[in-house]
């Protein structure tokens, strides 16, 4: 389990610093990488997830309204949405 972990941070460690170096479009809401050493480490870690999740759901979109991607429309089994 600790090689996984350490495979995974890697890995979002990597796109955090692509994130970083790109500057994609979805990343400016974010704004600039804060001075203050522990809302940096906060910053870092939400910039890391949001490029895995990105990566994992194979979101492409630069919209910075969703940064995410767009949310999924469930449809009920009759084919009507449920939202």
Do not use: H, K
Request: proline share 7%.
């Amino acid at each position: 389990m600790a090689t996984l972990n350490a495979e995974i941070t890697a890995r979002t460690d990597q796109l955090r610093d692509q994130a970083v170096r790109e500057q994609p479009a979805w990343l400016a809401p974010l704004g600039a990488r804060p001075d203050d050493a522990a809302l940096a480490r906060q910053w870092d870690q939400v910039i890391g997830l949001a490029a895995a999740y990105r990566e994992t759901y194979g979101i492409t979109t630069a919209d910075v309204a969703s940064p995410l991607g767009y949310p999924i429309r469930r449809q009920r089994p009759s084919g009507r949405r449920l939202a």
